[in-house]
């Protein structure tokens, strides 16, 4: 059974995986900046799990010059705006590590508890 | 629904995509591990490259170039900027590896995920695509907003309020960044 998932859902399975480094990423990682590049990988993984279920076998492009069939655009609409929406997010965090940095002169998640602590 | 069995109308993995999904999954497993956070990044676009070459193999072109620009480009800028400003930890350990309690957790995470992947459909037979909504776009876009773009259309004419919404959110972003740096001006 996970054999034929491999051949036949592959990007499912790539999902599963990329859902699992992602949050690996989220919440093991002690570093800042690796959170917030973990929050990208997990994110990546839902973007996957989306345009994979537009995919049609043998379609083109969902663009009407192309011969039909075509891949579902609605999917991409979503993801489209959720890529910016995302960066803006990347944004905002990274904003706010600068300025922790500022603070603190540390990104390092367990130091950062300790000086806070001692506070 | 489609019988299992019946593989000749299922799509199986080329070894294209299997080259593909093997790159991206290695990256980011690099990304995982490493300690430095300059080698993550690195590992990061590059990852986000791989991603944006998938997007092209599943015909997403307008994806891909977002994911290009966007995800491999400014994001990777804006990673940079971050730790040109702050700092990149220097330790003996390169790598950084799950400890046991951690790695039984994610083991279980993905097992209790992946447990839900044989109920997907195959890919390529997906029941999105035959949905009415979809289809609705796919036939009146180009009566209606004389666009042949089919993405475009959605995002600019049908969910234009959406990608109001959206312009919103990235300026709400641009005004909180300046806000959290406390600057008046971003250059």
Redesign the interface.
């Known amino acids: 059974?996970i054999l034929?998932?491999?051949?036949?859902?592959?990007?499912?399975?790539?999902v599963?995986?990329?859902?699992?480094?992602?949050?690996?990423?989220i919440?093991?990682?002690t570093?800042l900046?690796?959170k917030?590049?973990?929050l990208?990988?997990f994110q990546?993984g839902i973007?996957?799990l989306f345009?994979?279920?537009?995919?049609?076998?043998?379609?083109?492009?969902?663009?009407?010059?192309n011969e039909a069939p075509?891949?579902?655009?609605?999917?991409?609409?979503l993801?489209?705006?959720a890529?910016?929406?995302g960066?803006?997010?990347?944004?905002?965090a990274?904003?706010?590590?600068?300025?922790i940095?500022g603070a603190y002169g540390?990104?390092?998640e367990d130091v950062l508890r300790e000086v806070r602590a001692n506070e | 629904m489609i019988e299992p069995l019946a593989l000749p109308l299922q799509t199986t993995v080329s070894a294209l995509e299997a080259a593909l999904l093997a790159f991206v999954l290695g990256c980011a497993v690099i990304a995982a591990v490493l300690r430095d956070v300059l080698g993550v990044i690195i590992a990061a676009a590059a990852y986000s490259l791989g991603v944006a070459v998938i997007w092209v193999v599943l015909r997403a072109p307008d994806v891909a170039l977002t994911e290009a620009a966007v995800g491999a480009g400014v994001t990777t800028l804006l990673f940079l900027l971050t730790i040109a400003k702050t700092v990149n930890p220097t330790d003996e350990r390169s790598l950084e590896l799950p400890s046991v309690g951690s790695g039984a957790a994610l083991l279980a995470f993905v097992l209790v995920l992946g447990s839900t992947v044989p109920a997907m459909p195959a890919i390529g037979g997906s029941p999105v695509t035959d949905g009415e909504v979809s289809q609705y776009y796919l036939e009146h876009a180009h009566e209606q907003t004389e666009v042949d773009n089919v993405v475009t259309a959605v995002l600019a004419a049908y969910r234009g309020f959406d990608t109001l919404g959206e312009a919103v959110v990235v300026f709400s972003a641009g005004v909180a960044v300046l806000v959290v740096l406390q600057r008046e001006v971003f250059v």
């Not at chain 1, 599963?16 to 990423?25: E, K, Q, R, S, T």
């Not at chain 1, 345009?51 to 010059?65: F, H, K, N, R, S």
């Open positions: 059974m034929e998932s491999l051949l036949t859902q592959y990007n499912y399975v790539a599963v995986a990329l859902l699992g480094i992602g949050l690996y990423m919440v093991e990682s570093n900046v690796k917030v590049i973990g990208n990988v990546t973007f996957l345009i994979t279920a537009a995919y049609v076998e043998g379609g083109a492009a969902p663009v009407l010059t075509y891949v579902s655009p609605l999917p991409h609409v993801i489209l705006t890529i910016v929406v960066v803006s997010l990347v944004a905002v990274l904003a706010l590590i600068v300025r940095y540390t990104l390092d």
